[in-house]
């Protein structure tokens, strides 16, 4: 009766292990060339972004934060949210929000799954700062891995109008109440730094990057 008790209690061990939230990542910062998606789903392409998100296929299982998933919500506040606990997201570039260009045109949500990397195109996006205050940046999910990527690509923000976005970039739990609860990028996006995120302590990159700079996430 102990033996099985004991093997009851260790396999309850394993499962909680195997599901709790854990942002054990190594980041790593370089150059690439930005290219816009051709051929991609989109999500959404109007002044207002749903309150309720846009679930799509990740295309493959995608291990995040501990737990694997093959779906996630983009969200209207700039999350991508994995399941309904509202403990593991995707922080991208958070504040982001559809904006209009000079033609008229707004600010698009699209994805595209190839090659086993889902890649989620923020275009012509911006902060409400100014008109037109315009940022376009992808975010990957690898197969691979589990990578997670971010791609920036062109910006019409001034350096003074980034400085005072400081937008929070990286990996988050959203309700905030671990201990651990993200990593997440700091200072100059030139040569950011990734640091872990404590109870109500949100970290931050003084503007957004400029063109072709890609920041990796990978877990450990």
Not at 15 to 30: E, H
Not at 167 to 185: A, C, E, H, Q, W
Request: hydrophobic share 35%; charged share 15%; aromatic share 10%.
């Amino acid at each position: 009766m102990k033996r099985k008790l004991f093997l009851c209690v260790s396999m309850l061990c394993i499962a909680v292990c195997l599901c709790a939230q854990t942002f054990n990542y190594s980041f790593t910062q370089s150059a690439g060339s930005y290219q816009s998606l051709t051929g991609a789903t989109t999500a959404a392409n109007s002044n207002t972004w749903s309150g309720s998100g846009y679930k799509i296929p990740i295309g493959f299982a995608f291990n995040f934060a501990g737990k694997s998933f093959d779906t996630l919500t983009l969200t209207s506040n700039g999350l991508l949210l994995f399941g309904n606990d509202n403990k593991r997201a995707i922080a991208t570039f958070k504040g982001i929000m559809p904006v209009k260009d000079s033609t008229g045109a707004w600010s698009s949500l699209l994805y595209k799954t190839e090659s086993g990397i889902l890649k989620i195109e923020y275009k012509n996006c911006g902060f409400g700062m100014n008109s037109p205050d315009l940022f376009n940046f992808q975010v990957w999910l690898s197969q691979s891995g589990n990578k997670v990527e971010f791609h920036t690509g062109s910006t019409t923000l001034s350096t003074l109008q980034d400085s005072l976005i400081m937008p929070i970039v990286g990996l988050i739990n959203p309700s905030m109440d671990k201990t651990n609860n993200g990593y997440l990028l700091t200072g100059n996006p030139s040569q950011a730094n990734a640091e872990t995120a404590g109870a109500g302590d949100l970290k931050y990159i003084i503007r957004v990057p400029d063109a072709n700079t890609v920041y990796t996430l990978t877990p450990q």
